[in-house]
């Protein structure tokens, strides 16, 4: 057994001295988000309301709260060999009136990639009347709540054991169990993965 303790600590020094480089990679935001070609939106919720940049916005802010260090790109050539989040909108349903007018939603693709290669890809849906003050909301405004939860629901599925084992050190969160035992925000769970599409099957309600 003793004969055995300086292998073990080579391996244990070993594994100390790379977790430093992990911990210091960084993750990119291409902000703000682009549209995808096929994307259903009309021209004045995309010009007023400008979700690409809201979209970009918010999840950035909320990866960087798991993954601090996270920076914003512009374009993927400045990614270099640090991870790239590359944000895709699919579809945005929802015309002016706000709550008046009906629920809106946005569904999203979030691609994960390191030197031109796809990681890991999520497709996400939500949809918002506006929560309890939707009468007073305008639709961008409501379409601003849906990207923050959103941007929730990117960096979650970025610090989840699945994504994390494609090579993504998160931030450890010290508060997790009273987090889950905490009331749920007006912007409800995570979303779940949908298909891509405007007629995307399940989505999650923001209010």
Not at 77 to 87: C, S, T, V
Request: glycine share 12%; hydrophobic share 40%; charged share 20%.
């Amino acid at each position: 057994m003793i004969g055995r303790l300086p292998a073990l600590f080579l391996l244990v020094q070993g594994m100390v001295m790379a977790f430093p480089t992990q911990a210091q990679e960084k993750i990119l935001v291409r902000a703000p988000a682009v549209y995808d070609k096929t994307a259903f939106i009309t021209d004045r919720v995309r010009a007023e309301c400008t979700i690409d940049t809201l979209l970009g916005k918010h999840v950035y802010e909320k990866v960087n709260e798991k993954f601090p260090g996270a920076a914003q790109v512009r374009e993927p050539g400045e990614a270099g060999k640090d991870k790239l989040l590359n944000l895709t909108i699919l579809g945005v349903f929802g015309g002016g009136g706000g709550a008046w007018s009906g629920s809106k939603y946005i569904n999203m693709r979030a691609e994960l990639t390191q030197n031109n290669q796809v990681i890991a890809t999520m497709v996400r849906q939500r949809s918002s009347r506006g929560g309890a003050f939707g009468a007073t909301m305008g639709t961008c405004a409501i379409m601003e709540r849906i990207t923050v939860a959103l941007g929730r629901d990117v960096a979650e599925w970025l610090a989840s054991p699945a994504t994390v084992s494609a090579g993504v050190p998160a931030k450890p969160d010290l508060n997790e169990a009273s987090a889950a035992a905490a009331p749920r925000s007006a912007d409800g769970p995570a979303g779940t993965d949908v298909p891509p599409g405007p007629a995307a099957g399940r989505e999650e309600k923001t209010n």
